[in-house]
DNA sequence: CCAAAAGTGTTCAGCTTACACCCATGA
DNA sequence: TCATGGGTGTAAGCTGAACACTTTTGG
């Protein structure tokens, strides 16, 4: 049997709730269900679980991801820890959050609504429960702060993309709209996406270039002290 | 007696650990201790305890601070919950790392010593237990972000400093140094710093003008748009 | 009177912002 | 041929960085 080296302190339920976010080529979504248990069965929420004995939290949040997705290599980061007392009127329970980026192209839909998971706008959320809307807001500021300085904006882009997508992509983390001049003169200058030959002729006649981020060669900059920066 | 809602999941023992910054007026400075009991035992710690099942994070947080410092009113922000399986060896325990910011000054050093804790510079910490130096850089990273974008340097010094005594902070936060010219025309620029007729002799013979932070300006500003950036 | 820290302005480069027209093409 | 979205360059203002000398005064 295991040393208990803590007898007499306190035990807490651990759980985990993910703020994901999804972009559907023209607005950046949230994905939420209603929640199949008590209490508060019925009402919005984000997904979450609770952490099992046998696994970390950022592996909690994985496995619940994946049980909702099917997808392994989704980008993850911890936001923050929930831990007021009666923040879950069922029993006292601390919750870590974490926000995730998914491409929903990649996504199966079918699974998304067998789990009774629905996407809504970032810009019209309705009530979540407890305090999954507060979560939300810090993730909305951790991806506009990732998004700025990191090429996490991509996470939610096919693998190729037009600038004017990304462009787009960025108008709605930020909810403002940018000079396309200047945003693709940024962009460009960084030297971290590739043109292909090839456009995306779906949204004009003219056409788009498509590009894809070239991972290798951004790596590479960051060596030599490359700072991502839109 | 309490409605079971979650039985048959795992309940888990949460921490707290306090990164505990202080400024000594030359050092930015770090407050740890011998953890004195099993496992572990007298090895370099930061100063932690157990969240009780009545209180929240921040609670366990303030309580911490407290039964070690006598103060109520530190400058506390939580950083990032740390989870995995085997992290602490004694048993399964999450942490919730918060880092504070003390006015040295301020300290009842009788009572610090009581309590077997110790301040080291920043720049040589020895290693501590667990995850515990993981938990110190990412403070670190997080002092320097606030300290660029919020006043909160301020929390450090003493009610009225001088601008040398500011810029010298601020030279220990970013391990950098910064031109006297530039760093007091940013820092006087914003005009959120009252000059009082009063001169700290005590490091020169001309003497450097207390200066102190203006709060009652600075919330005004903040209405307005303005946005604090050394 | 002198050593030592406090205090003071200006210039240049680079970045951000603002701004308006031509291009390509399918319908 | 025309409507629609894609693509391009330049000038002005602002911000950050570099840089050196004068002032004060206790010892």
């Known amino acids: 049997m295991e040393k208990k080296y803590y007898a007499g302190h306190s035990k807490i339920f651990v759980a ?35 952490v099992r004995g046998n696994e970390s939290l950022d592996e909690a949040a994985r496995r619940i991801l994946f049980e909702l997705t099917g997808l392994t290599d989704i980008y993850l980061e911890q936001i923050n820890a929930y831990g007021e007392v009666d923040r879950d009127p069922g029993e006292r329970t601390i919750s870590v959050a974490y926000f995730a980026l998914l491409k929903i192209q990649n996504l199966d839909a079918e699974l998304i609504k067998q789990h009774g998971a629905h996407w809504v706008p970032i810009s019209s959320l309705p009530k979540l429960i407890f305090d999954h809307n507060q979560m939300v807001q810090k993730a909305i500021h951790r991806l506009r702060r990732r998004a700025k300085s990191e090429p996490t904006g991509f996470e939610l882009l096919p693998r190729k993309f037009t600038l004017p997508q990304l462009q787009g992509l960025y108008e709605e983390i930020y909810q403002t709209s940018f000079d396309n001049r200047n945003f693709r003169r940024k962009v460009l200058y960084m030297d971290i996406l590739k043109r292909l030959n090839e456009k995306d002729k779906s949204t004009s006649k003219k056409g788009a270039f498509y590009y894809k981020f070239d991972r290798k060669k951004y790596y590479r900059l960051l060596q030599n002290g490359f700072q991502f920066d839109i």
């Open 16 to 50: 985990v709730d993910c703020i994901i976010f999804g972009w559907d080529d023209s607005q950046l979504k949230l994905l939420i269900l209603k929640r199949n248990f008590e209490p508060a069965k019925g009402k919005n929420s984000l997904i979450g679980g609770f």
